[in-house]
């Protein structure tokens, strides 16, 4: 099971949601409630989740600016000790990528 969220930035709100699976059905399921509750075009950013790549296409077309935000997370091998193995990871660096449109990188 999975929690699909789709928040607006400036406020905060909560604009859909779903749970479901991760695979592409409830991808595009998702982004069809999403659309269809936003009235004007959008920036939208996702994860690195391949499913969400042809929902939003199929869903949105080219009347979206789409990017993608792709976090890598390590720690170092020096770091590795018991006390560790349950923390959360580090985030180490991070992927911008435009998909679609153009999104501001600034909200990216």
């Known amino acids: 099971m999975w929690t ?5 930035s400036d406020s905060k709100l909560i604009i859909s949601w779903l749970i479901g699976g991760r695979d592409g059905e409830y991808a595009l399921a998702f982004m069809d409630e999403v659309k269809d509750r936003l ?7 996702t994860d690195g989740h391949r499913a969400c790549l042809n929902a939003v296409e199929e869903a949105s077309g080219a009347d979206i600016d789409y990017a993608m935000l792709i976090k890598q997370y390590g720690e170092p091998e020096s770091n590795k000790s018991p006390e560790r193995r349950y923390s959360p990871s580090v985030c180490s660096g991070a992927t911008k990528t435009r998909i679609e ?8």
């Open 4 to 8: 699909w969220t789709a928040l607006d």
């Open 39 to 45: 009235a004007n075009r959008v920036q939208l950013m």
């Open 101 to 108: 449109g153009n999104p501001d990188p600034v909200h990216v």
